[in-house]
């Protein structure tokens, strides 16, 4: 995602990216729409600050493309550094990650 992230980092990405995409699974099957799909995880993830948050950044990247949530993070798993997601989203996902994860960032 960012490229200071160290091997760390990018592992517990990848148990965030997991989770994401373990939320969707719950929340959506092949019978929904991308906008049904999508509708049902905002609603499945209303009460997690870190998962609403990865919404807000795929939706302002455009699903990086892609028509699921569950699709997008699946790229992101295998490609950590996309060319199409925005710095400001990159940071916004790693925030969310810490986020996630229960830790704070340090302010500078």
Known sequence: MVNHLQASDLLSMQAF???FIELCK???????????????????SKNSKPFTNLMICLKREAYLGFSYPHEAITSLLV???????SEFSRKQIVESNWEFLGITPATS
Request: some cysteine; glycine content about 4%; charged content about 30%.
């Open 26 to 44: 719950q929340s959506y099957d092949q019978t929904y729409s991308p906008d049904d799909a999508i509708e049902s995880v905002l609603d499945a």
């Open 17 to 19: 990216f997991k989770a």
């Open 79 to 85: 490609d950590e550094c996309p060319g199409e997601v």
